[in-house]
C-alpha cells in the first residue's frame, strides 16, 4: 500500500488542500491519502482557530469524502513535532511501503530551514505540487536535492519506498488559508474557497472574526 500524507495546520482547511488530496486519489488508486494537521507551538497565540477546532473542520470534510484519512499524531503530543521524527514514526508502522509526503512549492522552497531536513528522503519521497506565486527552487541547496533526487515521472513514487523527489502540476487554486482568514476579518465571504459546511463551522463558531450578521458579498 503507498501511504501519502498531506500536513499542513489547515486554519481552515479548504478546496486547495482537497483538490490536492483528490487528485493524489486519482492518480495513485491504491494509495491511502492522509490529512495530517501540524500543532501550533504551545502557549502562543494561534492565527485562529483552537485545535480542536481544526480537528473538527477536517472531520466535517471526512463525513462527505471518506477516502481521505485523518493523521492526527502531531496533535497528541504537547510539542510540535518535526516532520522528520513524524516520518520515523510512520515509517516504523508502515515497514518497507511506499511514503509519499506532499507538499506545495511554497512548502518545498523552504525545506532548508527545516530540522534535519535532509534526513527526509531517508524516511520518504516527497511529491511536490505546483502553488500560484511560487516555483521550484532553480539554484541553492534545496534545488541541488531535487537534481540530485528527481524522477521524470511523479507515478514511479510509487514503486520507491524513500528517496525520491517527484514534481506534478495540477490545475492550480490560488487558494490559502490566510487569504480566507483575512477575507473573514475584513467582512468578506469566504465562501466558494471552502466547503460549504467549513463555512457554517466557521459562522457557527465565529472563528476568525467572523461577524454574525451577514458579510459583505453574502
Ligand atoms: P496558511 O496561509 O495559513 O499558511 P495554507 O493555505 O498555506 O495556509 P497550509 O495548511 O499551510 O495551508 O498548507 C499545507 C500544505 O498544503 C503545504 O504544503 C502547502 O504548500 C499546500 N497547499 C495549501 N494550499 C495549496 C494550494 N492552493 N495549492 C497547492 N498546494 C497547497
Ligand atoms: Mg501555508
Not at 32 to 49: D, I, N, Q
Not at 102 to 130: P, Q
Not at 164 to 171: A, H, N, R, T, Y
Amino acid at each position: 500500500m503507498v501511504h501519502i500524507i498531506l500536513g499542513g495546520t489547515f486554519d481552515p482547511v479548504h478546496l486547495g488542500h482537497l483538490r490536492m488530496a483528490q487528485e493524489m486519489l486519482n492518480r495513485f488508486p491504491e494509495a491511502e491519502v492522509s490529512l495530517m494537521p501540524a500543532a501550533y507551538p504551545p502557549h502562543r497565540p494561534t492565527p485562529g482557530a483552537t485545535t480542536e477546532q481544526r480537528i473538527d473542520m477536517l472531520k466535517l470534510v471526512l463525513e462527505t469524502s471518506p477516502n481521505f484519512v485523518l493523521d492526527t499524531r502531531e496533535l497528541e503530543r504537547d510539542e510540535p513535532s518535526y516532520s522528520v521524527v513524524t516520518l520515523r514514526n510512520i515509517r516504523l508502522e508502515i515497514g518497507d511501503n511506499p511514503l509519499i509526503f506532499l507538499m506545495g512549492t511554497d512548502a518545498f522552497s523552504k525545506l532548508d530551514s527545516w530540522y534535519h531536513w535532509r534526513e527526509l528522503l531517508d524516511l520518504s519521497n516527497i511529491l511536490v505540487v505546483g502553488r500560484p506565486s511560487s516555483e521550484l527552487p532553480q539554484q541553492g541547496p534545496v534545488a541541488e536535492l531535487y537534481q540530485a533526487h528527481k524522477v521524470s515521472n511523479p507515478q514511479d513514487l510509487a514503486h520507491h519506498s524513500c528517496g525520491k523527489i517527484g514534481f506534478c502540476e495540477m490545475p492550480q487554486l490560488d487558494i490559502s488559508s490566510t487569504y480566507i482568514r483575512q477575507q473573514i476579518k475584513s467582512g468578506f465571504s469566504p465562501r466558494f474557497l471552502l466547503p460549504d459546511v467549513i463555512l457554517d463551522y466557521i459562522q457557527k463558531h465565529g472563528l476568525y472574526g467572523y461577524q454574525s450578521h451577514s458579510p459583505k458579498g453574502n
